[in-house]
């Protein structure tokens, strides 16, 4: 079908994400799958059962349009005893369908035409386009390899009086670094007596290594006072086909965040957040996280080390950067496509985070996999000559 009008596209430059580009090309190609970022295991089975017995006990319908109370009860419980801030559950906790639909309310709710949005480069694909969509204007800062810093020089440089929102993300997708205590006190420092709004991403809050403390904004109350904070369910529980998620922010960004996400999707998944209210009560589950991944970044960094890629270890999320400098002087969009058509290993290429071009000949793997995937991807990946 051909439509007879004339459209014009709101986000012209898109295309499909790489994630969906990258997964794609992994089944057509059989490879297996370290691109897109998700756990190739099966979550707690307690959780699944309680899942289904919320869905067979009948709890089907729509449920309240902020989330169940008693799940957003148990949420600002979480956050007390994590990160000390107290939360109110029935104003300042939204349930959301994952952490992108967060992160594109937040961005709605606050940004108008011109206004500016400061963001670090390499950043997640979602960000831009819901900056776009409300005609505001991304203020892109690179952060550089290896250690991906935030320059806080460049950033108070950056601030104009247009400034509505600086974004950050700990632990970082695709870097795998994570903000210290001295980068959240300059942070608190330089808003301090400013309108900005911070949007903090911290889905893989519990996805940390070598004794590193998650640095929420929770835990600066200079922060946490003009903060929407986005976490996810799938992350921390193994299962981001559920699509859930939630956002914290003070009242009254709330309040404007509620009425643009009671629109886009009214609610969320009903017996899941029964579920997810049950299971939370085993701490362990959360607290012990960190431990689980660290043993699969440790064993995936000792396999790579048998292969010709540069890298240094991530300090936080499942993904780990490897430079292919001296291996190819290829495009990373082309050498990915190369590794998954010939060698089989889907990865993401590094330069589709940032705005312009930057193509560093790096890579992103996922190892959030079975020791069975791990191994037989660098088997694979050893073959690279
Ligand atoms: N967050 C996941 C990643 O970085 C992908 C989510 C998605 O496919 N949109 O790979």
């Known amino acids: 079908m051909k439509f007879p009008g004339y459209i014009k596209s709101k986000l012209p430059q898109a295309g499909t994400t790489i994630f969906t580009v990258m997964s794609a090309l992994a089944q ?5 799958n370290l691109s897109q970022g998700f756990p190739d295991f099966l979550c707690n089975e307690e959780l699944m059962h309680k899942a289904d017995e919320y869905i067979r006990k009948g709890y089907n319908q729509y449920a309240p349009m902020p989330g169940l109370l008693s799940l957003r009860e148990r949420i600002a419980e ?3 005893s994590l990160y000390g801030a107290t939360i109110n559950p029935e104003t300042e906790i939204t349930i959301t369908p994952g952490g992108t639909e967060a992160i594109y309310a937040a961005i709605t709710s606050v940004v108008e035409e011109n206004d500016e949005v400061i963001l670090f480069e390499p950043a997640y694909d979602s960000y831009a386009p819901a900056i776009e969509l409300c005609k505001g204007v991304p203020k892109f800062i690179k952060l550089e390899a290896p250690d991906y810093r935030i320059p806080w020089d460049q950033v108070k440089k950056t601030i104009s009086n247009k ?3 600086i974004m950050i993300n700990t632990p970082h997708n695709p870097t795998g670094s994570v903000l210290t205590k001295s980068d959240l006190q300059q942070l608190e420092r330089i808003v301090r007596e400013t309108n900005i709004i911070i949007l903090s991403d911290e889905v893989y809050e519990h996805i940390i290594f070598d004794g590193h403390q998650h640095e929420s904004v929770l835990r600066y109350p200079g922060l946490a006072e003009r903060s929407f904070v986005i976490y996810s369910f799938g992350k921390t ?3 981001t086909g559920w699509k859930m998620g939630y956002c914290i922010a003070p009242a009254e960004l709330m309040r404007e965040f509620r009425k643009i996400h009671q629109y886009i999707v009214f609610s969320t ?3 899941y957040q029964y579920a997810f209210e049950d299971i939370m009560r085993n701490k362990s589950l959360y607290l012990d996280l960190h431990s689980f991944y660290q043993e ?5 960094c000792s396999l790579l080390k048998q292969t010709r890629f540069q890298f240094k270890p991530a300090s936080g999320s499942y993904f780990q950067l490897v430079s292919y400098k001296g291996m190819s002087n290829e495009k990373d969009t082309d050498f990915a496509i190369r590794l998954t058509r010939d060698y089989g290993v889907a990865s993401v290429p590094v330069s589709v985070f940032y705005s312009k071009p930057y193509d560093q000949k790096m890579l992103r793997f996922c190892f959030a996999k079975k020791k069975e995937t791990l191994d037989a991807a660098i088997e694979r990946l050893i073959k690279i000559k």
């Not at 057509?28 to 297996?32: D, F, G, L, T, V």
């Not at 699969?296 to 995936?300: G, M, Q, T, V």
């Open 28 to 32: 057509e190609h059989k490879a297996i």
């Open 78 to 80: 979480k956050i007390h």
């Open 163 to 165: 400034t509505r929102v």
């Open 237 to 239: 529980y193994h299962n």
């Open 269 to 271: 998944n009903t017996p």
């Open 296 to 300: 699969k970044r440790d064993y995936f």
